[in-house]
């Protein structure tokens, strides 16, 4: 729904307000002022108007039907659905056809229930279903051919059990793509119009489908609920799709509605029922039955958050003034304060918040379905607002429209983490309609410079008033351009490091959290945006979103084709991380990060990055990743499209096998018996925890040798340039490898195949070290590039510190960079190459004169060259000694140092099992620092029963972790969570007597999870730069 749908609740009723209810009798979703808007945006705005023609353009095939014709829109229930044919696509063909994309077969009205392959051309199914189907699903003589199919699929002698659904994918997707637009359209071309012949077709659609709705019954109708999981509930379609069904008619159905009111002769010819009759059959047996099932909780419609509570909403408006059950206050009650959710996507708006929001804003699942996220929940809270419900004040709220701009890397990728976006990550998740929204409420010069770089319109709203030159005033305003400086989405857990520079922007990513929805096993993938290209890209979505693809959960979601590292050929674990340090400031930024909940094995799992600006647009990256633990340690990364090389000797790639070894062909479950023992595409991969080396093939394999490098040179031109990747010409991406006792395998692995500008394979560089008790740093230079080269040799040089890395790098203007990193940071110097350095991390440059021009130290007390010395700060350390949760503020048991400042820097929190961090924003009183905008709470739960250690709750519980603190409402500590959720929080004491108090009288009694508590460890960086003036 767009942003100004919203504005058509102002009379809308809220929970426990009286009305006197008679029956509809207008519009109550679309307002008049609306309708005046679409007139003088048409009269005004060539958008306007062409938004009006491509309406009333969609739905001519419709306006030249009768009724008759029109209604077999409407899928009999007879008819099973399905969203695939199956696992291998085409009989003939097989996955071949997948580069045509997702969902791409063909169909056409015209050729009734058959599908094409768009690669090979076949034709399925070999029956007639029409005649069949005609003939009332009795004549199985009809069923001819190799590939009959009487609806309910026909099964392969190859795939016993899993049967190719012709007949029901034609009609899943037909409803889809024709239905579900039909209807849409056709009310906002009546809208548009005032043409009654567009609201009496729509009309028809939607009296069809109250008809047959309640027959509708996804699970015992559909491939999925027969074959694959028996509570793949829905109706016309599965439950989270239910809801596009839910949207479409709400709107369509308040929009036509005036039509509805006057005489309708042959609406009531086909119907056979009078007006009024057709008016309650669709208010009540489709628009009131969708809002009993999702207030009920029957899961028959329940999408990702947001998604059924909007459709929700819209059917509340529509229905204000129509008694039922449940009515319309009945359902924004339960919306506001569901006291028993079933699962977590029906919590309440306030839990919801709080339990599947992060503190930064960013929803619980990948960017790609986040998006939805406030997409739906900005319908929510101008639905709401108009009804004395402001959820745009909820600071976190605001992030929700943040995150999306914070997110943006080089000022045009994002990052394809878990199940979103491509090989490119081109793409900013930017909605107009949001965007707006954010600006009306916050006002904020940001989100108008945003909004008008995706929409120069200024969001083309054809619902609502011209706000062009507001947008263009307040974006004036702004004086840096979105999506080139560094963030860091601490409660997400994705760092981004960027040298700020639109006219040649280089960007790191380091992925160190944990989301739940939609997630890969990614744990410290590694991103790198440099040159127009995505150079280390993360796959994102997968070709299918079906358990039983192979390729899904054994190699595309798998840690296998991430840039992080795999410990003894086993997929990682779902773990969140903790971030150890970031600072993202001028010339020199850091981050590190640990996860050592990944593999249980490992005592450390932590890396950590530099990025360096050497010359203006010039940048390289310091990686050192550390494993201790386990016997096979397998750092990972792969390019792009582009072409591999390497200074180092390679054989011929093996034509046999795959990494997992030369008798293992590609994709065969060699570690897993199950798996390995049913057809391909036979098995639920959800939870294979093998390697996923099968997916990697033509393997060469050699010796790391001193001075290693590995090469990725992208293809932007040419017959075998990709739309999926424009690199500016001459781009490349140099990894210079420093390590020892490393075997290198380079091999050969396949991105998506789902479109025919897909890459057929990109090249991946495997290092691995092997040995018992294994302790592993693995140290990459990568430096991104075009045309010349920026560094001449990278060395890495002896030290007296077992955990310090140190490098000389030469570059090709003559000048040295030496750097160091290390996991303490000692006050004892070490010296190497000629430089003193003393702590954790320290960066130096010299020119080829030799004369020291800037330096870095972060937690680092001493830095020296010859003559030339810098002083720096070592980290100190506290305890949190109170906590005001409200305030968001903190105090120490110490007094804060007076030798450095301290507002914008990040401190970690640490109380041993969790940890997080925080940017102090002020301090007060000399010993309390203040988070101001960053959000403690992690999750709010109901209290159903709390005695000895326990508080049990119906909540879901994603966030809350051991070590966290656990307050009352008053938010009075009460202790710390000693063990994760599983339907109860067990605390580390007793609890008080007598029960928990309502402190805010609201009849209930909730505890909250906090990031921090009292007794935590804080550790302030010490950060210092220096150039030479």
Request: proline letters at 6%; one cysteine or more; a negative charge.
């Amino acid at each position: 729904m767009t942003r100004g749908t919203a504005v058509m609740l102002a009379g809308l009723m809220v929970a426990g307000t009286a009305a006197v209810v008679e029956g509809k009798t207008g519009r109550t979703l679309y307002t008049a002022d609306q309708v005046e808007n679409i007139r003088a945006n048409l009269s005004s705005f060539a958008w306007a108007r062409e938004e009006h023609d491509r309406v009333v353009k969609a739905v001519e095939t419709e306006l030249g039907l009768g009724l008759e014709a029109l209604v077999r829109y409407v899928p009999d229930p007879r008819i099973p659905r399905s969203a695939y044919v199956h696992e291998t696509e085409c009989p003939n063909c097989g996955l071949a056809m997948r580069k045509f994309g997702l969902y791409s077969w063909i169909i056409d009205p015209a050729k009734p229930f058959k599908l094409t392959c768009p690669n090979c051309k076949s034709v399925y199914p070999s029956n007639d279903y029409q005649a069949f189907f005609d003939s009332g699903l009795k004549d199985r003589s009809l069923l001819t051919g190799d590939h009959p199919d009487d609806g309910w699929g026909w099964e392969s002698p190859k795939y016993p059990g899993r049967k190719y659904w012709f007949v029901a994918y034609y009609n899943h997707w037909l409803t889809r793509r024709r239905l579900l637009p039909a209807i849409e359209n056709l009310a906002k071309a009546y809208l548009y119009t005032d043409d009654a012949r567009y609201a009496e077709r729509c009309a028809a659609l939607l009296w069809q489908l109250a008809t047959y709705y309640p027959e509708y019954d996804y699970a015992k109708q559909s491939r999925n609920g027969l074959e694959l999981d028996p509570t793949y509930y829905g109706r016309l379609f599965y439950y989270t799709w239910e809801c596009f069904t839910v949207d479409a008619c709400a709107g369509a159905y308040d929009a036509i509605f005036p039509a509805l009111l006057e005489a309708r002769p042959e609406l009531e010819r086909v119907a056979g029922q009078p007006l009024a009759a057709i008016r309650e059959r669709i208010e009540e047996q489709l628009l009131r039955s969708m809002a009993r099932e999702i207030v009920q909780q029957t899961h028959v419609i329940g999408g990702n958050y947001g998604m059924h509570q909007a459709g929700l909403l819209k059917i509340a408006a529509t229905l204000r003034d129509s008694p039922g059950d449940p009515d319309s206050a009945a359902m924004i009650d339960w919306l506001l304060n569901n006291p028993e959710p079933k699962l977590y996507i029906y919590l309440a708006l306030g839990d919801a918040l709080c339990n599947l929001v992060y503190r930064d804003g960013t929803p619980f699942e990948s960017p790609g379905y986040n998006l939805g996220w406030v997409d739906h929940l900005t319908t929510l809270a101008e639905l709401l607002k108009l009804n004395g419900t402001d959820i745009f004040r909820e600071p976190r709220f605001k992030g929700l429209f943040d995150w999306p701009l914070d997110m943006v890397c080089a000022g045009r990728f994002t990052p394809a983490l878990g199940d979103s976006g491509n090989l490119s990550n081109v793409g900013r998740l930017w909605r107009p309609e949001a965007l707006r929204a954010a600006f009306e409420a916050y006002g904020d010069p940001v989100y108008a410079r945003a909004l008008l770089s995706v929409s120069p319109e200024g969001g083309k709203d054809i619902l609502s008033k011209d706000i062009k030159a507001d947008l263009e005033a307040a974006s004036a305003r702004l004086e840096t351009e979105i999506g080139y400086d560094s963030r860091h989405l601490a409660g997400y857990g994705l760092a981004t490091l960027q040298n700020r520079r639109p006219e040649a922007p280089v960007a790191a990513a380091l992925f160190y959290g944990r989301f739940v929805g939609h997630a890969h096993y990614d744990k410290m993938h590694l991103d790198l945006f440099a040159e127009n290209v995505s150079m280390m890209p993360d796959f994102g979505y997968p070709e299918t979103a079906n358990s039983n693809d192979p390729r899904r959960f054994g190699f595309i979601s798998h840690t296998v084709s991430h840039n992080t590292v795999m410990v003894d050929a086993r997929n990682q674990a779902d773990a969140r991380g903790r971030c150890l340090a970031y600072d993202a400031g001028p010339g020199v930024q850091y981050v590190e990060a640990r996860n050592d909940g990944v593999y249980p094995q490992c005592s450390e799992y932590r890396r950590s990055v530099l990025m360096v600006e050497a010359e203006p647009g010039r940048c390289y990256l310091v990686d050192v990743f550390r494993v201790r633990g386990g016997s096979q340690h397998d750092w990972i990364v792969h390019g792009g499209h582009a072409d591999f090389s390497a200074n180092f000797e390679l054989p011929a790639p093996r034509q046999e096998g795959t990494l997992a070894g030369p008798e293992v062909p590609y994709g065969h479950y060699y570690d897993n018996a199950a798996m390995a023992a049913v057809p391909y595409g036979s098995a639920n991969y959800a939870g294979y925890r093998g390697s996923g080396f099968q997916f990697l093939y033509g393997v060469r394999e050699a010796a790391l040798a001193p001075g290693a490098c590995g090469r990725w040179d992208f293809i932007g031109a040419g017959p075998r340039a990709s739309a999926l990747s424009k690199p500016t010409a001459g781009a490349f991406l140099k990894a210079h490898l420093i390590g020892d006792d490393e075997r290198l395998f380079v091999c050969q692995g396949k991105p998506q195949q789902n479109r025919k500008d897909s890459p057929e394979s990109v090249a991946f560089l495997v290092r691995r070290r092997a040995g018992e008790a294994l302790e592993s740093t693995f140290v990459t230079v990568f430096e991104p590039g075009a045309g010349d080269e920026l560094i001449r040799s990278v060395t890495r040089l002896p030290t007296d510190r077992a955990d310090l890395v140190a490098l000389r790098l030469e570059l090709r203007s003559g000048a040295i960079h030496d750097v160091f990193c290390g996991v303490e940071a000692p006050s004892a110097p070490v010296v190497v190459d000629g430089v003193t350095f003393a702590g954790q991390v320290g960066h130096l440059v010299r020119s080829a004169a030799g004369t020291v021009e800037s330096a870095y130290l972060y937690n680092a007390t001493r830095l020296a060259f010859g003559d030339w010395q810098c002083e720096g700060l070592g980290p100190w350390q506290s305890h949190i000694a109170a906590c005001d949760y409200r305030a968001r503020t903190v105090r120490l048991a110490d007094p804060l140092p007076r030798d450095r400042s301290l507002a914008g820097l990040t401190v970690a929190i640490d109380s041993g099992p969790y940890g997080s961090s925080a940017v102090i924003r002020n301090t007060a009183d000399g010993q309390a620092l203040g988070f101001d905008d960053q959000d403690p709470l992690c999750s709010r739960i109901l209290v159903r029963e709390a005695a000895g250690r326990t508080l049990k709750t119906p909540t879901t519980l994603n966030f809350a972790m051991p070590g966290m603190t656990v307050t009352t409402e008053a938010m009075e500590s009460l202790g710390r969570l000693a063990a994760p959720p599983r339907g109860s929080l067990e605390l580390d004491r007793d609890l008080p007597a007598g029960g928990l108090p309502d402190s805010d009288g609201d009849g209930a009694v909730r505890a909250f999870v906090m990031e921090y508590g009292v007794g935590d460890q804080v550790t302030i960086p010490g950060q210092t730069r220096w150039t030479r003036p």
